[in-house]
């Protein structure tokens, strides 16, 4: 059984915020079940957007790299991906030192 996508938002701003990382829900998904995208803005002009997928290999769920490079490219390619999936949430974390705690348990 997956976590709802609303509860699972709901706790990632949580661990972001304990952990002093500014956080914001750009475009809200479907509360049940929308895929969630995570951008990762470092504030230096770059940024990379990530989506959970699946490794076929494992069978476990992990966060791959769908974009990255200069903000507006990665900007764009979020824009196409929210006008095929309507329903897809859009969380931006702005953060020098580049993290965003997707790699911690518990998180994939």
């Known amino acids: 059984m997956r976590l709802a ?3 699972w938002v709901a706790a990632y ?4 915020a304990l ?12 509360d049940t079940a929308g895929a969630v995208l995570i951008k990762l803005a470092t504030l230096d002009g ?5 989506q959970r997928s699946f490794d ?3 069978g476990q769920r992990v966060w791959m790299t769908l974009a ?8 764009a390619a979020i824009a196409r991906a929210r006008g095929f999936d309507p329903d897809l949430w859009v969380i931006e ?10 790699d911690e348990p518990g998180l994939s």
């Open 5 to 7: 996508s609303g509860i």
């Open 93 to 102: 974390i702005e953060d020098r030192a580049g993290r965003h705690l997707l």
């Open 19 to 30: 952990a002093d990382i500014p956080a914001y829900v750009i475009a809200r998904g479907d």
């Open 46 to 50: 770059q940024a990379r957007a990530f």
């Open 56 to 58: 076929l290999a494992t």
């Open 68 to 75: 990255e490079g200069a903000e507006p490219e990665v900007d």
């Open 13 to 16: 701003l949580r661990r972001l």
